[in-house]
């Protein structure tokens, strides 16, 4: 038996697709984390933080606590916004993936902005898994292989 059969691989391209999307709830997580750790602890911003979360930080020290708490809630729903693309890129969505790199490449010339040159980084080590992600759903996309 030939171990690159068609249902080896496709099966492959499936767990690409999955683990691309995952790289959302990976970015949600870490972000959320991130957020809770500067809120409750006042520690500075990881390389992990979103640039937009950074932003919204940043600006919401110069004001007072309730600001501080706006943003924190802020950035907690630009979380759930990532897991939700996510969601929608684990059952297959082209759109879901093309729009949540289009706002995260968005989200890494922020960063890029913000002189975090160690977050500029980890976005393109993302950015790298969600393209694979993306072209691995369209891979399956092109060969009409339902998933």
Do not use: C
Not at 45 to 68: I, R, Y
Not at 90 to 95: A, E, L, N
């Amino acid at each position: 038996m030939d171990i690159f059969d068609d249902d080896s691989a496709r099966h492959v391209t499936r767990t690409s697709v999955l683990h691309g999307a995952d790289w959302f709830f990976w970015l949600a997580i870490l972000s959320a984390i991130n957020s809770l750790l500067v809120y409750y602890y006042q520690l500075p911003n990881t390389p992990v933080a979103l640039g937009l979360t950074q932003w919204l930080d940043g600006t919401s020290s110069g004001f007072n606590a309730t600001m501080s708490t706006s943003a924190l809630v802020t950035n907690l729903l630009v979380a759930f916004v990532l897991a939700g693309f996510g969601l929608v890129a684990r059952r297959g969505s082209d759109i879901a993936f093309v729009v949540g790199i289009f706002l995260y490449v968005i989200d890494a010339f922020l960063t890029i902005g913000l002189r975090d040159f160690f977050g500029f980084g980890v976005h393109l080590i993302a950015l790298f898994f969600l393209v694979k992600g993306l072209l691995a759903s369209r891979h399956l996309r092109e060969n009409a292989v339902s998933i």
